[in-house]
Structures are given as structure tokens and as C-alpha cells.
């Protein structure tokens, strides 16, 4: 006995889904459903033919080699049916079929279930074996990998290191051209034109380097082809000078067959400068230098690179940024969107945010507000890895768009956030956008926020909203539509706020005043109150009046945002003027709450509460300014006191017992502006 199909259908017959035969005289309309493959088996011209239900016997006529696997049942009116068919499977395959005697299908589906869920539950032992020799092998190519590790190393203790071998040098251009910092932060990227396999060390030129402690160059390796990072490096300010600088790799890259790229990011403080150089000579377009905005035309970065045969050198190399290694990188430009298990993690009011979603588009976030309310959405992890930015788009659905008010924030994953209060700005990876409004011309609100180059995998994202107008004014509907990741070239400018709003006020209890440990580079607003003839401040806030009961001392507790004086701006400061004997004195401390104010701490004083600083009219007077080492402190100090009669009278508002002292406290402030010596470089 023969047993043919049709040459089109033997692939589907040995794809490996479940299978049902049925002879002639059974009826398989009622079990063709999706995911089991059904065939009639019939008897024409002295063969039995097998074909899809309703198709044409006659088109079989390629014999079936081997009978099929995973065949669940034979289904036959009277068992004796099946003998022909049975008969050739016995002559080709160890196991016969079942076969269910059955002239109705329904009549055959209780047996057919039972044998589905044997077959089910036969499968998944299988799987199980299967995944046992699975986990066995990699553990035994990791241990056969460790065995080769230790073998090389051992090998290399017997032989000196062998030597670097240069494969790439593009000198500086000779007239000096160079990609320069532009805002405080720089981002490119090159590709290189070869392969990643033996890179062992790689050398950047630095045409310029004029930057405080607080600066950070971010660089990664990686592979172009997949945007796996190879290598990676965390340059703090301090090592960053003229000149070439080399960064080694622990040890040569084995046989990676990629093409080497190099990804960079730059952040400095206000008043820094920093460029790398150009090389000489014009390159491949592929290869030209990639900055935010476009490429250089035919330019490539001035660097050296070099190679060394696998397993033959291993250092400890400087700034290496370990953690970053096998991190995926985003391709520029390109959005990258958040999963939907994000999403559905948010944290909000109940009550006020609510799910919405048309048809069967993803459901978003939709909050409903009256006038002067706030309320804040909080995604407590948010992934970051391979991301230079986070760009949020809000729209109002309902209301007055000019009266909504929105800030994005970052804070440190794992940091519980119940109130808005709990916001705070003293870790690194924490960054607001500021308060921004709807553009005036209509369409989204979006809020780019820059990622600190340094950043952790995971970040906490919160959008806090207000309502600016005052009751009755008409509730308000926002949609928060979208939150996309971008990498640095693709990351768009801050968008200058078109009218600059303060940050929020604490709620009670007064917190200490937050501040970034390394205060980014910003633009300082205009504020409507404080003329930027001088210094200036979008906002002063009063955080304590205190008062000894025999009233020997008192002293104000006083906290700036966004303070600006020319081209120097610090988002966050804080001092404390104090009266003691009757004389003014600023009190600043270096404790946990407060900013780092000095790149380098002056004082030698401390106390149960850390060390401080105290500066009295003669100080100012002397040689305090002078004797600071970083030009940004002399002219943080400088514009303090100059800006400390504005900012007493603006913080004694905040609370009526120092109100009804407000001459007295002026007073003092007067007294010590006018003390101040201010050398030429801050006048």
C-alpha cells in the first residue's frame, strides 16, 4: 500500500503542529480549527491519498516518505477502516496512531481531548529534558571558557605583555580646528571603519580644556553593527587637559566582528570651556564626525588607535566605566517608546488620573483639575540605559491651555515618593525641566530633559501639574501622551520657557534646601522681579526664622533658585545670615541638604552638625574673595552678597516675626554688601 499527497502540501504535513487523520466516512468540519492540522485520508485508485479537507484526492501523487509526527488520532467509522493505513505505518514507524472509532466528531471528542492533554503533557517533559541539557552545557562552556581565561593568564604571567599596535592616527589639523562645547554639553559620535577584534587602547585630542571638578566626559566604544558597548569611560574634570588622552581597555578585545564606533558626551558648569580637535585632512563621508544638528563635512576627531593580539596584555586602566559594558545603545535620533508594563506601573491620585483609550489604541493617562490644584504622576522605573534624553508630551484635552503648568522631574529609583514634597534635587541623577506652559500658537507641550552622563539604568519620572488659574475658572482635562527616550544626537534643545515660573513651594514640614552634586550648566531665566543689570534670582524662599529665647542670636535660613549674574549661574544656592554680638554674619555649611557651594571647601570649622564657613565684613573686606581657588566661587560669593539686600527683603516677607524686623535685617545685609571687596575679574 501506497500512501500519496499533493507536492505542495507534504511541508505542512511534517511542520510539527498536533495532526488529525480522518478516513472516508468522517465529517471534519467541526474539528478544522486554528493550530491543528486536519487531513482527510482516502482511498482512490488502489492508494490511499491524504488531502485537506474539501481539496481534490486526485492532485496527491507524491508518496509520503516517513509517516508524520505528532499525529494525536486516526478517526475512522468502524476501527477496521484503519487497518490499510495502519499496516504501512507499521512498516515505517516504530509507534502506531490511537485510532478512535467515530462516524460523528462530537462523538470523538472526549477521547481526543484526553489524548491532546497526554500529548500536552508529554511535550512539556520533553521540554523540561531538554532545558536540563540546556542549563548543563552553558555550564559547561562556562566552565571550559573559565578553564581557556585562566590558561591565557597563566600564559601571560611566562611572557612579557605584548606590545600596542598602532592602527589609526589622525593627527590635529594644523590650523586648530575643533568641535567646541556649545551650553555646556557636548555630544558626538564616529564611526571608525574598523574592526572592534584586539582594540586594546584609544587616545582623544583635547584642543581646550578650561573646566571645574564638576565636569564629566562620557565615551563608549562599541560595536556600529548592534550598538553594544565594548568599552566605556567616566573622565572627571580634574583629568581633562590639553593634549592627548588615552584611555586603555583592561585587556584586547577578542574576535568581535564589528565595525568600532565611538560615542561622546560632554557636560560642563557655566563658564567652562572645552573642544576636542579635528583631525587633518578630509575622510569618508560614512565616517565624518556626527554632531547634535548634523556632521562635519568630510572632518574627523583627531585620535590614535591601537590594537594587541587577545589575552596577551591586561591593565587596570583609569576611569573605566565598567558598568556600562554590553549596554545596547539607542540609534540617533530615533525615539525609543516605553513598554507597556511601564506604564501600568503609574502612580497617581485616585480620583484625578484616570485610564482612557480610543478603540484599540494603547490607554493613556488623562488628569482632571480645578483651578489652583496640583497633583503628580509618578512612573517609579523608568528604564534609561543608552539614553541621553527624556522627552514627555503633554496636551489638554479640555480647558484653557495657557493655564497649565507643567514640570518633569528625575529622581533616584528606589526613593519612595508619596507627596510632591518628597522631590527633592541633592542626588546626582536628580533634574527638573523647570515649570513650562503650552506653546501659545497651540499643539503639545513638550518637556526635553537632559540625562546626567554619569546616570544610573533606572530612574524614577514624575509630572507634576498645576492649574494657574484661580476659581471659577474651568477645570482642566490633560493628557499625558507620550514619554520617549533619545539618544544624544537626536536630543532637541531645552526650550527656553516663554514666561519663567518659579519652582514649587515645600509643603510643611520645611525640607532642606535640594541641590544636584554637581550643578549642571543652565540658562538663568529672566525674572520679571530682579532686574539682570546684577545679579539675580527667579526665586527666594525663606526656610527658617530662628530665635535663641534670651534673643543673643538669630538668623535667617535662606534659599536662591536659579541665580544668574552674566554668564555664571548656579541653580541652587544657600547661606544663612545670621546676627551675632551685632554684627552680620553669612553662615554656609557642608552637610547633607545643602549645596556644594565651593569646588573646594575654605573652612576649617565644624560643629555636632558638620563642618562650616563663616564670613564677616571684615572678611569681605580682606582677602576672602582672593584666596578662593576656582574662579566660579569667587563670583558665586561675590553675587551672593551683592544680591543679599534684594534676597532678605524678598525672604523676611514669608514669615511676620522677621517682617517686623525687616529694617534691622536690611540692615545687615546692607552692611555686608557694602563690606565687599570685589577683585576685577567679578566686578
Given at each position: 500500500m ?19 487523520l480522518a ?6 468540519a ?9 487531513w482527510?485520508v ?5 492508494s490511499?491519498r ?41 512498516a ?19 477521547e ?12 512539556a517533559?520533553?521540554t ?5 541539557a540546556l542549563?548543563a ?27 600596542l599596535s ?23 559620535a564616529q ?7 584586539g582594540?586594546a587602547?584609544l ?5 581646550e580644556?578650561?573646566?571645574g ?5 562620557r565615551?563608549r566604544?562599541?560595536?556600529?553593527e ?7 569611560w567616566l ?14 581597555l ?22 567652562d570651556g ?14 565624518a ?10 572632518r ?5 588607535l591601537w ?22 545603545l539607542?540609534?540617533p ?17 485616585a ?6 483609550a ?20 509618578t512612573?517609579?522605573l ?13 496636551a ?28 527633592v ?12 506652559r503650552p ?5 503639545p ?9 554619569e546616570?544610573p ?7 507634576v501639574?498645576?492649574?494657574?488659574g ?12 507620550e ?9 532637541t534643545?531645552?526650550p ?5 515660573l ?7 514640614p520645611?525640607?532642606a ?22 545679579p ?18 538669630r538668623?535667617?535660613?535662606?534659599w536662591?533658585e ?11 544656592l ?11 554674619v553669612?553662615?554656609?555649611r ?7 557651594l ?7 570649622e565644624?560643629?555636632?552638625?558638620g ?7 571684615a ?45 534691622m ?6 552692611r555686608?554688601?557694602e ?5 576685577a575679574e567679578?566686578?
Open positions: 501506497t500512501v500519496l499527497i499533493a507536492p505542495a502540501d507534504l511541508a505542512e504535513l511534517y511542520d510539527g503542529s498536533p495532526t488529525l478516513l472516508d466516512g468522517v465529517a471534519l467541526l474539528l478544522a480549527q486554528p493550530g491543528l492540522s486536519a482527510q482516502t482511498m482512490h485508485g488502489g490511499l491524504l488531502h485537506r479537507p474539501g481539496a481534490a484526492a486526485e492532485a496527491a501523487t507524491r508518496p509520503v516518505p516517513v509517516p508524520p509526527t505528532q499525529v494525536l488520532a486516526v478517526l475512522a467509522p468502524k476501527a477496521g477502516a484503519a487497518a490499510p493505513l495502519l499496516a504501512w505505518w507499521s515505517a514507524a516504530p509507534e502506531l496512531p490511537p485510532v478512535i472509532e467515530a462516524a460523528e466528531p462530537a462523538a470523538a471528542l472526549p481526543l481531548t484526553r489524548l491532546a492533554l497526554a500529548s500536552l503533557a508529554r511535550q517533559a520533553a523540561a529534558v531538554l532545558h536540563r542549563a552545557a552553558r555550564q559547561e562552556a562556562e566552565e571550559s571558557r573559565e578553564a581557556i581565561v585562566s590558561l591565557i593568564r597563566h600564559g601571560s604571567r611566562q611572557s612579557p605583555p605584548a606590545a598602532q592602527v589609526l592616527a589622525l593627527e590635529p589639523a594644523p590650523a586648530g580646528e575643533a568641535v567646541p562645547a556649545a551650553e555646556g554639553r557636548l555630544a558626538a564611526v571608525l571603519g574598523l574592526n572592534l577584534e582594540v587602547s587616545a582623544l585630542h583635547v584642543q580644556a578650561h573646566v571638578p564638576a565636569a564629566l566626559l565615551l566604544l562599541y560595536g556600529a548592534s550598538g553594544r558597548v565594548h568599552g566605556a573622565v572627571p574634570g580634574e583629568a581633562l587637559q590639553p593634549g592627548w588622552l588615552v584611555l586603555d583592561p585587556s584586547p578585545l577578542g574576535p568581535v566582528r564589528e565595525t568600532a564606533g565611538l560615542d561622546i558626551a560632554v557636560e560642563l558648569e557655566a563658564g572645552f573642544a576636542l580637535s579635528l583631525g587633518a585632512g578630509v575622510t569618508a563621508p560614512e565616517r564626525l556626527a554632531v547634535r544638528g548634523g556632521r562635519v563635512p568630510e574627523s576627531l583627531a585620535l590614535r590594537t594587541a593580539p587577545f589575552g596577551r596584555r591586561f591593565t587596570v586602566p583609569p576611569h573605566w566605566d565598567a558598568e556600562a559594558i554590553g549596554l545596547e539607542g540609534w535620533g530615533v525615539p525609543m517608546r516605553l513598554p507597556a508594563q511601564i506604564w501600568e506601573a503609574a502612580r497617581f491620585p480620583g484625578q488620573v484616570e485610564w482612557v480610543l478603540g484599540s489604541e494603547a490607554p493613556r493617562l488623562l488628569a482632571s483639575f480645578g483651578a489652583g490644584r496640583r497633583l503628580a504622576i512612573l517609579p523608568v528604564p534609561v540605559n543608552g539614553l541621553d534624553l527624556l522627552q514627555a508630551e503633554v489638554v484635552a479640555r480647558g484653557d491651555a495657557g493655564q497649565l503648568e507643567a514640570a518633569l522631574w528625575l529622581q533616584p529609583e528606589g526613593v519612595p515618593l508619596a507627596l510632591e514634597s518628597d522631590l534635587l541633592d542626588a546626582p541623577e536628580a533634574r527638573w525641566s523647570g515649570w513650562r506653546p501659545p500658537e497651540g499643539g507641550l513638550l518637556l526635553p530633559l537632559a540625562l546626567p552622563p546616570g539604568r533606572n530612574v524614577a519620572v514624575v509630572l501639574l498645576r492649574h494657574a484661580k476659581p471659577p475658572a474651568a477645570p482642566l482635562r490633560v493628557e499625558w501622551s514619554l520617549v527616550g533619545l539618544r544624544g544626537l537626536g536630543a534643545a531645552r527656553e520657557p516663554v514666561n519663567p518659579p519652582a514649587p513651594p515645600p509643603a510643611e520645611v525640607r534646601a535640594p541641590v544636584p552634586a554637581s550643578p549642571p550648566a543652565i540658562a538663568v531665566p529672566a525674572s520679571p522681579m530682579m532686574t539682570m543689570a546684577g539675580h534670582a527667579a526665586l527666594v524662599r525663606l526656610q527658617e526664622y530662628f530665635v535663641t529665647p534670651d534673643g543673643g542670636y538668623h535667617l535660613d535662606i536662591l536659579e541665580v544668574g549674574d552674566g554668564p555664571w549661574a548656579w541653580p541652587l544657600r547661606f544663612k545670615l545670621a546676627q551675632r554680638g551685632g554684627g552680620p553669612l553662615e554656609f557642608r552637610r547633607e541638604g545643602w549645596p556644594n565651593f569646588s573646594i571647601w575654605p573652612g576649617t565644624g560643629d555636632g552638625w563642618p562650616y564657613l563663616l564670613v564677616r565684613e572678611d569681605l573686606a580682606g582677602d576672602l574673595l582672593d584666596r578662593l581657588p576656582h574662579q566660579r566661587d569667587r563670583h558665586m560669593l561675590a553675587a551672593l552678597v551683592r544680591l543679599l539686600p534684594e534676597a532678605v527683603a524678598r525672604a523676611v516677607r514669608e514669615s511676620p516675626e522677621a517682617a517686623a524686623q525687616e529694617a535685617w536690611l540692615g545687615l545685609a546692607h555686608l554688601a563690606a565687599l571687596k570685589v577683585p567679578t566686578a
